[in-house]
Nanobody, 124 residues
Framework: QVQLVESGGGLVQAGGSLRLSCAAS????????MGWFRQAPGKEREFVAA????????YHVDSVKGRFTISRDNAKNTVYLQMNSLRSEDTAVYYC?????????????????WGQGTQVTVPS
C-alpha cells in the first residue's frame, strides 16, 4: 500500500515556475515507477511525465518537454515536478501516481495508487 500526498501548487503568472512535490508513505517507494498527470476543467485526465523506480528512465509528454522536469529522491520518498515557463494551458489539478516497476507507462489505468491532487493556476 502506498499513500501519496501532493504539494506545491498555487497561482503563478505566465512564464513563472513552480515545483510540485509528491510525498509517499511506505518503505517500498523505490520499487514503484512514478507518474504525474493533470486534469483541466472540463477535460480528461492526461499524462504529463513518468520516472522509473531507479530514476534511470524518464519520459515527458511533448507539450511539456523542455519546460517540465520529473525527478525523484528515493531517500526522501518523494517525486518532484519542476515546472518552468508556465502557460495558461498548464492550468489544471496535478496528480501523482505510483505503479509497480516495469516499463514506463503513460496509461492512467496502469497506475495503482493516486494522490488527491494539487491545483496549479496560470492566469491568461
Amino acid at each position: 500500500q502506498v499513500q501519496l500526498v501532493e504539494s506545491g501548487g498555487g497561482l503563478v503568472q505566465a512564464g513563472g515556475s513552480l515545483r510540485l512535490s509528491c510525498a509517499a508513505s511506505g518503505r517500498t517507494f523505490s520499487r514503484y515507477d512514478m507518474g504525474w498527470f493533470r486534469q483541466a476543467p472540463g477535460k480528461e485526465r492526461e499524462f504529463v511525465a513518468a520516472i522509473s523506480w531507479s530514476g534511470g528512465s524518464i519520459y515527458h509528454v511533448d507539450s511539456v518537454k523542455g519546460r517540465f522536469t520529473i525527478s525523484r529522491d528515493n531517500a526522501k520518498n518523494t517525486v518532484y515536478l519542476q515546472m518552468n515557463s508556465l502557460r495558461s494551458e498548464d492550468t489544471a489539478v496535478y496528480y501523482c501516481a505510483a505503479r509497480r516497476g516495469g516499463s514506463l507507462s503513460i496509461t492512467i489505468a496502469s497506475y495503482d495508487y493516486w494522490g488527491q491532487g494539487t491545483q496549479v493556476t496560470v492566469p491568461s
